[in-house]
């Protein structure tokens, strides 16, 4: 009898399921049915932290808490509830996986799934229900700190690498927060600077990859940015959070401030922000213990509700938001589990980071260097040795373990020859970011001269020198909240360069930056490496690719100009250009006008005809492609039609390699002025020596249009265009014209 009644007792039960408990229910009924059961109090809760990284759920209805974590390269170490500091965890040393300049260098779309997939994975394992990143602010400048985080100059190329990373995060049940929405193109004042910028320039180069992260990757949050625009701090923005993100994008995700980012509530209620990190309240922040319930959007949002001076139905939207995000990520009991520090993770990122390597310069074919035929190996720089996982700002990590340059050249050497290391120049000794530690010791009092004189001894009798230099990501020198103050690599790097390369015929210069920077001896060196900050497994990628194991693919995101003035953002030395000048009236904010436009990167430098150092979309390999004739498969199109182009692309090399073939439109004609081409299609092939592969390119009028600001749409005029297809931008192989009726 007993049994029959509670059997009885739990159908009763079972029936009365709330909705938002029933996976078998869609989501927005589900959200629909937790809003209409919450308390204001709860519905207020959930807009804003709770600690440093999290925020609460509904503890009463069952609903879990939202944990957020850093960052675009790896998990963060565990920090304390409401301290930057560590909270000391012993099993949070993660697999830091390659800077986003490294990845964007790939252009390889599937090698853009595995890191989101692969970090994914590793945010999941740590239970955590947000990434913050990816990062895809356009490089302006290549004095922005935190370039090295981002993937690069051409709005189509972030567009088309930051959807794959998304979708592989989101994989996994955890969700991305696309930042820094939009206009954070430097660190130097972040906070007060007012961007002008014109909304054709806004729509054609700033926004498309953000665009793209929200319709096509459908990213689940956004992070909006420090700085400020039309005049509005970017957190609490009518234009780009209600008119753009959530009207024209109808993006359904949750808006995330950066932290601190919010600087008062009433703007914060109606101007788009839906959940509130890392305020600095009336002075009550920084460990006081209530210094949550100040938030903009906590007691005193509260207060204004009560007051009805705010609306309840404004306040639902932004519920709905962070319910939504809730139920894609917390409550789907579908999610993946995750991993954390897996072979798997580590042997991602050392492909990505061998295939982002971009080979700019190889006179005399120096590199591969053949290590049968190699009696010794002279490593020289700071860079050789020291940790680049600890510091840069927010993306630092406490990684398992991080393989140097020169480790990975030591492993792969071997016994096979003698490789010797010589310090070269001495940089930034320290090392710990957050209480993270690297524990290398890195003190060494000796004078330049002395560094360099002992380097160049050694250099004499070397058949090989790899010179490992550039940034470190301490201040000034590729880190957040702080930009570089020149091109010019630091610590007189330049001069060992410069030393080492007139006594030793073969050097390589392997450098590290997310950065371009100037490079003086390029004629005196004949084999040059970009490198970027590659992260847990950096020896071992640059060492596949330096030995040959791995034949470099990567192609330049940015171009590296020859000076900094050549490059648009500088080309005035107008300091309302760069980096913005201060108000007179007290605010301490300062305005910033964009005046370059859209003409920036190679747009700049194709159409001002000025040489760069290394263009855009350049990069080299150990072997040889030859392009056949473009052809289209047809002479003219109607707006709504397309055309598709055949190019073949054979490897005339002796080894196995692939090429980024890159389609560039101009528009031969047009009512308004246009750079010279803009790239609109890349695909990476990969070849056999003498193989060839037919690449296509299918062309719509997307490809051919501008944003006309006055009629705020996409226009494409019609008239005659050229697509060019090219190995790099300023390395156009074939070109066909076309007609758009
Ligand atoms: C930082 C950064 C942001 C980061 C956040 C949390 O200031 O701007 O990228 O995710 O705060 O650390």
């Given at each position: 009898?007993?049994?029959?009644?509670?059997?009885?007792?739990?159908?009763?039960?079972?029936?009365?399921?709330?909705?938002?408990?029933?996976?078998?229910?869609?989501?927005?009924?589900?959200?629909?049915?937790?809003?209409?059961?919450?308390?204001?109090?709860?519905?207020v809760a959930v807009c804003h932290a709770q600690s440093k990284f999290s925020s609460q759920g509904v503890k009463r209805l069952g609903i879990p808490e939202v944990w957020m974590?850093?960052?675009?390269?790896?998990?963060?170490?565990?920090?304390?509830?409401?301290?930057?500091?560590?909270?000391?965890?012993?099993?949070?040393s993660c697999v830091a996986f390659p800077a986003l300049t490294c990845l964007a260098a790939t252009w390889d779309r599937n090698l853009s799934m595995l890191y989101g997939t692969s970090i994914g994975e590793e945010a999941r394992y740590r239970k955590k229900t947000v990434l913050l990143g990816p990062g895809v602010n356009i490089y302006r400048t290549p004095l922005n700190g935190r370039n090295f985080e981002y993937m690069g100059e051409d709005p189509y190329l972030a567009a088309q690498m930051v959807v794959p990373y998304v979708k592989g995060v989101q994989s996994n049940g955890v969700a991305t927060c696309v930042k820094h929405y939009a206009l954070n193109n430097q660190e130097m004042n972040r906070h007060t600077t007012n961007v002008i910028v014109d909304d054709r320039t806004l729509y054609e180069i700033y926004l498309p990859a953000f665009k793209a992260a929200v319709l096509e990757g459908k990213t689940w949050t956004i992070m909006a940015s420090y700085n400020l625009y039309k005049n509005q701090h970017v957190c609490t923005n009518q234009y780009l959070l209600n008119d753009i993100l959530k009207g024209e994008w109808k993006f359904d995700g949750a808006v995330v401030s950066d932290w601190g980012g919010v600087h008062e509530t009433d703007q914060a209620i109606t101007n788009g922000m839906d959940m509130e990190f890392g305020s600095w309240t009336d002075g009550l922040a920084n460990g006081v213990s209530n210094a949550y319930d100040n938030y903009y959007l906590a007691n005193p949002y509260l207060d204004a509700l009560k007051s009805g001076k705010a609306s309840e139905e404004v306040l639902n939207d932004k519920v709905r938001r962070v319910l939504r995000l809730i139920f894609r990520t917390e409550m789907n009991r579908n999610r993946p589990w995750g991993s954390f520090c897996s072979d798997e993770h580590y042997r991602a990122a050392r492909a990505i980071g061998a295939d982002g390597i971009v080979l700019l310069q190889n006179k005399n074919n120096?590199?591969?260097?053949?290590?049968?035929?190699?009696?010794?190996?002279?490593?020289?720089?700071?860079?050789?040795?020291?940790?680049?996982?600890?510091?840069?700002?927010s993306s630092s990590?406490?990684?398992?373990?991080?393989?140097?340059?020169?480790?990975?050249?030591?492993?792969?050497?071997?016994?096979?020859?003698?490789?010797?290391?010589?310090?070269?120049?001495?940089?930034?000794?320290?090392?710990?970011?957050?209480?993270?530690?690297?524990?290398?010791?890195?003190?060494?009092?000796?004078?330049?001269?002395?560094?360099?004189?002992?380097?160049?001894?050694?250099?004499?009798?070397?058949?090989?020198?790899?010179?490992?230099?550039?940034?470190?990501?301490?201040?000034?020198?590729?880190?957040?909240?702080?930009?570089?103050?020149?091109?010019?690599?630091?610590?007189?790097?330049?001069?060992?360069?410069?030393?080492?390369?007139?006594?030793?015929?073969?050097?390589?210069?392997?450098?590290?930056?997310?950065?371009?920077?100037?490079?003086?001896?390029?004629?005196?060196?004949?084999?040059?490496?970009?490198?970027?900050?590659?992260?847990?497994?950096?020896?071992?990628s640059i060492a596949d690719v330096i030995f040959g194991v791995v034949n470099p693919s990567g192609k330049l995101p940015m171009t590296f100009p020859v000076k900094l003035s050549d490059s648009p953002a500088h080309a005035n030395g107008d300091a309302n250009q760069y980096p913005g000048v201060e108000r007179n009236d007290g605010s301490r904010r300062l305005d910033e006008k964009y005046t370059e436009g859209i003409y920036v990167g190679y747009r700049w430098f194709d159409t001002k005809n000025i040489a760069p150092l290394f263009a855009f979309g350049h990069g080299l390999s150990y072997t040889t492609f030859k392009y056949g004739k473009v052809t289209a498969d047809k002479t003219s199109m109607t707006a709504d039609g397309e055309i598709t182009l055949s190019v073949d692309v054979t490897n005339t090399g002796s080894r196995k390699g692939a090429e980024v073939v890159q389609l560039y439109i101009t528009d031969k004609k047009c009512s308004v002025d246009r750079p010279a081409k803009e790239l609109k299609g890349f695909e990476k092939v990969s070849l056999n020596p003498g193989e060839t592969a037919t690449v296509k390119f299918t062309i719509k009028s997307d490809a051919l249009s501008f944003f006309d600001a006055d009629a705020h749409k996409w226009v494409a005029e019609p008239g005659v265009f050229t697509a060019r297809i090219a190995a790099a931008a300023d390395d156009v192989r074939t070109s066909v014209d076309f007609e758009l009726k």
């Amino acid at each position: 009898m007993l049994s029959v009644a509670l059997l009885a007792g739990f159908t009763a039960v079972a029936a009365t399921t709330p909705v938002y408990l029933d996976d078998t229910k869609p989501i927005e009924e589900r959200v629909e049915d937790v809003l209409k059961r919450m308390t204001l109090e709860e519905k207020v809760a959930v807009c804003h932290a709770q600690s440093k990284f999290s925020s609460q759920g509904v503890k009463r209805l069952g609903i879990p808490e939202v944990w957020m974590t850093d960052g675009p390269h790896g998990i963060r170490p565990e920090v304390k509830w409401d301290k930057w500091n560590q909270a000391g965890w012993t099993n949070d040393s993660c697999v830091a996986f390659p800077a986003l300049t490294c990845l964007a260098a790939t252009w390889d779309r599937n090698l853009s799934m595995l890191y989101g997939t692969s970090i994914g994975e590793e945010a999941r394992y740590r239970k955590k229900t947000v990434l913050l990143g990816p990062g895809v602010n356009i490089y302006r400048t290549p004095l922005n700190g935190r370039n090295f985080e981002y993937m690069g100059e051409d709005p189509y190329l972030a567009a088309q690498m930051v959807v794959p990373y998304v979708k592989g995060v989101q994989s996994n049940g955890v969700a991305t927060c696309v930042k820094h929405y939009a206009l954070n193109n430097q660190e130097m004042n972040r906070h007060t600077t007012n961007v002008i910028v014109d909304d054709r320039t806004l729509y054609e180069i700033y926004l498309p990859a953000f665009k793209a992260a929200v319709l096509e990757g459908k990213t689940w949050t956004i992070m909006a940015s420090y700085n400020l625009y039309k005049n509005q701090h970017v957190c609490t923005n009518q234009y780009l959070l209600n008119d753009i993100l959530k009207g024209e994008w109808k993006f359904d995700g949750a808006v995330v401030s950066d932290w601190g980012g919010v600087h008062e509530t009433d703007q914060a209620i109606t101007n788009g922000m839906d959940m509130e990190f890392g305020s600095w309240t009336d002075g009550l922040a920084n460990g006081v213990s209530n210094a949550y319930d100040n938030y903009y959007l906590a007691n005193p949002y509260l207060d204004a509700l009560k007051s009805g001076k705010a609306s309840e139905e404004v306040l639902n939207d932004k519920v709905r938001r962070v319910l939504r995000l809730i139920f894609r990520t917390e409550m789907n009991r579908n999610r993946p589990w995750g991993s954390f520090c897996s072979d798997e993770h580590y042997r991602a990122a050392r492909a990505i980071g061998a295939d982002g390597i971009v080979l700019l310069q190889n006179k005399n074919n120096v590199l591969p260097i053949d290590i049968a035929t190699t009696k010794k190996i002279l490593v020289v720089g700071e860079n050789a040795i020291k940790m680049m996982t600890v510091g840069g700002g927010s993306s630092s990590l406490k990684v398992q373990r991080e393989i140097s340059p020169l480790d990975g050249i030591r492993e792969f050497v071997g016994s096979k020859a003698e490789v010797q290391y010589v310090r070269g120049y001495v940089g930034d000794t320290s090392g710990e970011y957050n209480g993270v530690v690297t524990g290398q010791n890195l003190k060494d009092d000796r004078s330049a001269d002395e560094l360099i004189a002992e380097a160049v001894e050694a250099a004499r009798n070397a058949d090989y020198v790899i010179f490992v230099g550039g940034l470190n990501k301490s201040e000034h020198q590729d880190c957040e909240d702080s930009d570089r103050t020149g091109l010019e690599l630091p610590y007189a790097q330049d001069r060992v360069i410069e030393a080492l390369a007139a006594v030793n015929k073969r050097m390589v210069v392997v450098n590290l930056s997310g950065n371009a920077v100037a490079m003086p001896w390029v004629k005196k060196v004949p084999a040059i490496l970009q490198a970027w900050f590659i992260g847990s497994e950096a020896g071992h990628s640059i060492a596949d690719v330096i030995f040959g194991v791995v034949n470099p693919s990567g192609k330049l995101p940015m171009t590296f100009p020859v000076k900094l003035s050549d490059s648009p953002a500088h080309a005035n030395g107008d300091a309302n250009q760069y980096p913005g000048v201060e108000r007179n009236d007290g605010s301490r904010r300062l305005d910033e006008k964009y005046t370059e436009g859209i003409y920036v990167g190679y747009r700049w430098f194709d159409t001002k005809n000025i040489a760069p150092l290394f263009a855009f979309g350049h990069g080299l390999s150990y072997t040889t492609f030859k392009y056949g004739k473009v052809t289209a498969d047809k002479t003219s199109m109607t707006a709504d039609g397309e055309i598709t182009l055949s190019v073949d692309v054979t490897n005339t090399g002796s080894r196995k390699g692939a090429e980024v073939v890159q389609l560039y439109i101009t528009d031969k004609k047009c009512s308004v002025d246009r750079p010279a081409k803009e790239l609109k299609g890349f695909e990476k092939v990969s070849l056999n020596p003498g193989e060839t592969a037919t690449v296509k390119f299918t062309i719509k009028s997307d490809a051919l249009s501008f944003f006309d600001a006055d009629a705020h749409k996409w226009v494409a005029e019609p008239g005659v265009f050229t697509a060019r297809i090219a190995a790099a931008a300023d390395d156009v192989r074939t070109s066909v014209d076309f007609e758009l009726k």
